[in-house]
């Protein structure tokens, strides 16, 4: 069974002071692992796809790198506007029709 | 292009009673696959609909249920609700051909009480 565990639960951290989150999974067959930003109350937002161990993409503050078994997200220099909750999610199989597997997700927040 | 749109965006509903939730695809998105998401959780899998054929289904009983348009537009369909229905339902778009991401709409938010 695919399984996507995710660390910490919750971060709280000050303007300006970087650290990441980890995304542990097992799955048969990775197609590709999906970071999505979600606001309270709102749909997740799409953030970056992982298709290979090694690969790298980053956005303004954030950047997310998969290996064999887990993906990190790196949050630098962080603004309280990146307050949300962190989703990770993972694809199997052979086709983009498969579902998407989540973790429950870290909520961080940002403090000025 | 136009994202993906769901409606209502919030409903309460009393136990026992049914509910139909819509969401429109993202323009050229061909399947559409719905999740529930329960407080502090991450979204769970109902189903998934290509071509207006459902193409897959979670761990849900059949009193969940779902229709896919012409237009790929789509309903999800609960009968019989209990309390522990209660939770945002969330609806994603992908282009089934390409390893495009899955798109989310905001979600419906239900409350059974």
């Known amino acids: 069974e695919d399984q996507v565990t995710q660390s910490p639960e919750a971060l709280r951290l000050q303007e300006g002071e970087s650290s990441s989150l980890n995304c542990s999974y097992t799955?048969?067959?990775?197609?590709?692992l999906f970071w999505y930003r979600q606001d309270p109350g709102k749909g997740p937002e799409f953030l970056f796809t992982?298709?290979?161990a090694g690969e790298e993409k980053e956005k303004e503050r954030l950047k997310a790198t998969l290996t064999k078994k887990e993906s990190f997200l790196h949050i630098t220099a962080p603004k309280p506007e990146d307050s949300a909750t962190y989703l990770c999610?993972?694809?199997?199989?052979?086709?983009?029709?498969?579902?998407?597997?989540f973790g429950k997700g870290t909520r961080l927040s940002v403090i000025a | 292009e136009t994202g993906v749109t769901q409606s209502p965006t919030h409903l309460i509903k009393t136990r026992g009673q049914q509910v139909t939730l819509r969401c429109s695809s993202q323009?050229?998105?061909?399947?559409v696959s719905w999740y529930q998401q329960a407080l502090g959780q991450g979204p769970q899998f109902i189903f998934q609909?290509?071509?207006?054929?459902?193409?897959g289904r979670g761990n849900f009983p059949p009193r969940f249920s779902g229709l896919q348009f012409p237009n790929y537009s789509s309903e999800l369909n609960v009968n019989a609700l209990e309390l522990d229905d209660s939770a945002l339902y969330l609806c994603?778009?992908?282009?089934?051909?390409?390893?495009?991401?899955?798109?989310f709409g905001p979600g419906t938010r239900l409350t059974v009480l």
């Open positions: 994603a778009s992908t282009q089934s051909s390409s390893y495009n991401e899955q798109f």
């Open positions: 799955v048969s067959g990775l197609r590709g």
């Open positions: 992982l298709y290979s």
């Open positions: 999610a993972v694809q199997a199989g052979r086709s983009g029709n498969t579902p998407l597997v």
């Open positions: 323009s050229g998105h061909n399947t």
């Open positions: 609909y290509y071509r207006e054929e459902e193409n």
